[in-house]
């Protein structure tokens, strides 16, 4: 019965972030509810003895129901649809920089979980673990029954794919885009005329007005700040270790920024999805 206690309580503690888990791997409240349901039917049976770290059990756990759940709806597709084409081979990894991965993640939200139904089900449960929510490859490798480097690269490839559909949006390959861009080039060239191209004579960012007053503001700064969609405008992220620390938003109007905006507070950046662009 102390067994048993302790299990119900580990699995109440847990149970928020255990279906947050499972609804950003499945992209359905309904199916993310049946995958915790059926999680707990398996832990309340499982031996407990040798559980180190619970949280980390239960995330696997519900990490291995949700991979069945996927498989099998994959697996009624083809059906539907015929046999699909065999899965590319992993390809190489290239160094990737960790704060891109962390803000990525924050990009998995409603407008790209599109992008999630085009994975494939280790590719989407890798990436989900481990960029959401900070799951190691070890971790994820066990889960898939394959090496940890096998489960960096599932998860690199599927970053890759959610960075293209970013890229793809209508949001990012519009003209406002391309303002922003050519706003931050100059800014980090240092190039004063480059802005005043870009910047109304009116613009405002916070006390600072007149587009050569904010030109001078911006000139030679903005080094670390990049091209995003933050809720799916274009804007500009600066972040530090992984955090976004500042986002900038622009209005533009007849193709000049006319107004730039400064958001640093932390509780309302963590609200946000971010999503990198490359740079063109």
């Known amino acids: 019965m102390a067994e048993q206690d302790w299990v119900s309580e580990r699995f109440a503690e847990h149970q928020g972030r ?41 995330t696997t756990v519900v990490a291995r129901v949700c991979l069945n759940m996927l498989e099998s709806r994959r697996a009624r597709r083809e059906e539907s649809a015929g046999a699909m084409p065999p899965e590319p081979g992993l390809p190489d990894v290239a160094k990737e920089d ?5 803000l990525l993640a924050d990009s998995v939200g409603v407008a790209l979980m599109v992008v999630l139904d085009k994975l494939n089900p280790a590719e989407r449960l890798a990436f989900v673990l481990h ?32 960075q293209i559909a970013s890229d793809e949006t209508d949001a990012a390959r519009s003209p406002k885009r391309e303002v922003i861009a050519a706003f931050l080039a100059a800014a980090r060239n240092g190039d004063f005329e480059a802005l005043l191209e870009v910047l109304d004579p009116d613009a405002v960012v916070g006390e600072v ?43 533009v109007h007849d193709g000049k920024i006319t107004r730039i905006d400064i958001d640093t507070d932390p509780e309302r950046l963590r609200g946000l999805e971010i999503a990198f662009l490359s740079a063109k």
């Open 209 to 251: 007005r007149g587009g050569h007053a904010v030109a001078a503001f911006f000139s030679g700064r903005a080094e670390a700040a990049r091209l995003a969609l933050v809720g799916g405008d274009p804007s500009a992220v600066w972040s530090h270790r992984g955090q976004a620390k500042a986002v900038f938003t622009f209005s």
């Open 18 to 58: 255990l279906r947050a888990v499972a609804y950003r791997i499945l992209g359905s409240p309904g199916e993310a509810e049946d995958a915790v349901q059926e999680a707990w039917l398996r832990v309340s049976r499982a031996d407990t003895d040798d559980i180190e770290n619970p949280a980390g059990w239960l």
């Open 131 to 162: 960029d959401v929510f900070a799951v190691s490859f070890g971790e994820i490798g066990t889960v898939l029954g394959r090496s940890p480097a096998a489960a960096r690269q599932l998860a690199s490839r599927a970053r890759r794919r959610v």
């Open 98 to 102: 960790p704060e891109d991965e962390a």
